[in-house]
């Protein structure tokens, strides 16, 4: 089968979140599968920087900026395709925002294209083929190829429905789609129009990343907006839960850590715990709990409701807490203060840094995930792998890949689960969490289970293409 995969990230040439690690590998478990993958990308800066490529040919469109079609590969024998066209993708900050985190005034143009871009190639792949669209940036490639009637069948995944590229009605009429898509059964959306809603309304089958979000995006509460939609075309919606690439996440092979280890030899982890604690400033305690965070500092990620319990158990001296993450100001600036505040206990380092992302899931105990909602986190997956037990709220994919422990069931369990988007849920937990940790042969158990789960991408892969086979028999 030949899939062209249309996204604006993928690891590790251009990373802001989990979309560029499910694109990273997913392509490359699909080559792994038999089958002839290309991922197409914008030639932002990082991306250019890992030339040089081959030139393929002028994609120019009347009336936009020069632009040319770019041939490289990423890992696994995926073909990688990248969009050269400086006037909208050679800026400075991230894929989508200036230096000082402004969204780019032309961000609509600019993926409007990138989507036309993905439609006009799959046209142009005389072997056939499904194009797959990730999320808003790439959201416009099936309306483009509904548009010019072609034969192409196309799947549209959801990472995160919170982020919808949704733009004013002047801007439509700059980006080329036919007038009559623009409706309600269409492209508008309450008076403006979004790019997620367009790959909902024009792609043949709709995916999202893990079973429970599938379910959940259904409802008011975490369809924001689209869930009328997404019941409309229930039937055409898929949960498939992410994967994890285990050549990236491997404790027993990461050279980030300062001692490999694996299920049977789990003892070893002490050496890399011992060796974070000391990177990051934190006391050498070998028997306090030491809860680890990486993540974006949001409210959909829940750590407004972690703060005051983390302050208390840090006053109490029952845990230790190293971050790694950037987000809301507020967030960023309480989370520093708590380091200020209990030097020795709290180490909190703003930004991303993926060899330091590494060393504390080698190190840490636990990872801490306490999402108001979670399409499918990859955060968990990763600390089950490592044998740092996850701490996550119970929705959308973490409810799907942790097995909570409840004092009966050390045979099964993998990590600790609260339901209520609260404080106490979250100080209760927690609680449970550090119960545990001074049982060492429990908690060693628990480790071990969790190391031992396969999430590896190939199931995925595999759900992907049947479902490609079957939007494409249609």
Same mark, same amino acid.
């Given at each position: ?65 020069? #632009? ?6 990423? #890992? ?106 623009y409706g309600y059964d269409g492209i508008e959306f309450h008076g403006d129009w ?206 799907? @890949? ?10 099964a369990a993998t990590g600790f689960i609260f339901g209520a988007a609260s404080a @106490? ?47 494409? #028999?249609?």
């Amino acid at each position: 089968m030949r899939i062209l995969h249309v996204a604006a990230e993928v690891h590790p040439l251009i990373k802001t979140g989990g979309l560029a690690d499910v694109v990273g590998s997913l392509p490359a478990a699909q080559v792994a599968l038999g089958h002839e993958v290309s991922v197409l990308v914008p030639g932002y800066p990082a991306v250019m920087a890992a030339g040089p490529f081959e030139f393929q040919y002028d994609i120019s469109n009347p009336g936009e900026p020069p #632009a040319r079609l770019l041939r490289g590969e990423l #890992a696994g024998g995926v073909e990688l395709l990248v969009l050269d066209q400086p006037y909208y993708f050679e800026r400075p900050g991230s894929p989508y925002t200036d230096e000082q985190g402004n969204g780019w005034p032309d961000n609509y143009r600019r993926f409007a294209h990138f989507g036309y871009v993905g439609a006009r190639l799959s046209q142009l792949d005389d072997r056939g083929g499904v194009l797959h669209a990730h999320d808003w940036h790439a959201g416009l490639a099936p309306a483009y190829l509904r548009a010019a009637l072609a034969d192409r069948a196309s799947c549209f995944t959801i990472h995160n429905i919170a982020y919808q590229g949704r733009y004013s009605v002047a801007e439509y009429a700059e980006v080329g789609l036919p007038g009559e898509f623009y409706g309600y059964d269409g492209i508008e959306f309450h008076g403006d129009w979004s790019f997620l809603k367009a790959g909902l309304v024009y792609s043949d089958a709709i995916t999202t990343v893990s079973p429970t979000y599938a379910r959940e995006i259904l409802t008011p509460e975490f369809g924001f907006g689209l869930d009328g939609l997404l019941n409309y075309r229930r039937r055409d919606l898929h949960g498939i839960l992410n994967g994890v690439d285990y050549t990236v996440w491997d404790p027993a092979s990461d050279a980030a850590l300062e001692q490999t280890y694996d299920a049977k030899t789990l003892k070893r982890k002490a050496v890399s715990k011992a060796a974070l604690q000391t990177a990051v400033g934190l006391d050498p305690v070998p028997d306090r709990l030491l809860v680890g965070v990486v993540s974006r500092l949001t409210v959909q990620k829940g750590f407004d409701l972690a703060l005051e319990p983390l302050e208390a158990l840090l006053a109490d001296d029952a845990l230790q807490l190293v971050l790694l993450g950037s987000g809301a100001g507020d967030l960023e600036a309480a989370f520093s203060d708590l380091a200020r505040r209990f030097p020795g206990r709290c180490a909190v380092q703003i930004g991303y840094d993926e060899l330091q992302a590494h060393r504390i899931f080698g190190g840490a105990d636990a990872i801490l995930v306490p999402s108001r909602f979670e399409p499918c986190g990859l955060t968990q997956m990763y600390g089950l792998r490592y044998g740092t037990l996850p701490i996550v709220r119970r929705t959308g994919g973490l409810a799907d @890949t942790v097995t909570d422990y409840n004092g009966k069931n050390r045979a099964a369990a993998t990590g600790f689960i609260f339901g209520a988007a609260s404080a @106490t849920a979250l100080r209760r937990t927690l609680g449970r969490a550090i119960k545990a940790y001074a049982e060492p042969a429990l908690w060693r158990k628990l480790a071990q289970n969790g190391m031992r789960q396969d999430f590896g991408w190939e199931r995925a892969a595999r759900a992907y293409v049947d479902l490609y086979a079957r939007i494409g #028999a249609e």
